[in-house]
């Protein structure tokens, strides 16, 4: 069992930064890989970015490519999302998720943060 909680949302402003995070509990966090989604008022949830369970392979939606970077630290059962170059569009719900059960589906999942980026 792990439980996500994600943490850094907030108001910025386009062309700004934000980090968001997610705190894991569970010990079997370090095993899993870990991504990122989220979800704007009015559409389906997609896929941000993914990364392995040892950081060594990471993937990113091409929307979000050159502009957000995710990292994790295992020893402290965290995640992030590094967002740059915040545009209006980036605004959503932000999710973290883990124990992958197939391609872009996953067991676990927080219960979201709000990032909004004003024009």
């Known amino acids: 069992q792990v439980q996500l909680v994600e943490s850094g949302g907030g108001l910025v402003q386009a062309g700004g930064s934000l980090r968001v995070s997610c705190a894991a509990s569970?010990?079997?966090?370090?095993?899993?890989?870990m991504a990122w989604f989220r979800q704007a008022p009015g559409k389906e949830r997609e896929f941000v970015a993914v990364?392995?369970?040892?950081?060594?392979?990471?993937d990113y939606a091409d929307p979000v490519k050159g502009r957000f970077a995710i990292s994790r630290d295992n020893a402290k059962n965290m995640g992030y999302l590094q967002m740059n170059s915040l545009k209006p569009e980036d605004t959503a719900v932000y999710y973290c998720?883990?124990?992958?059960?197939?391609?872009?589906?996953?067991?676990?999942w927080g219960q979201g943060t709000q990032v909004t980026v004003s024009s």
């Open positions: 998720a883990t124990g992958r059960v197939g391609v872009r589906r996953y067991l676990y």
């Open positions: 569970g010990r079997t966090f370090s095993s899993y890989e």
């Open positions: 990364i392995s369970w040892n950081g060594g392979s990471k």
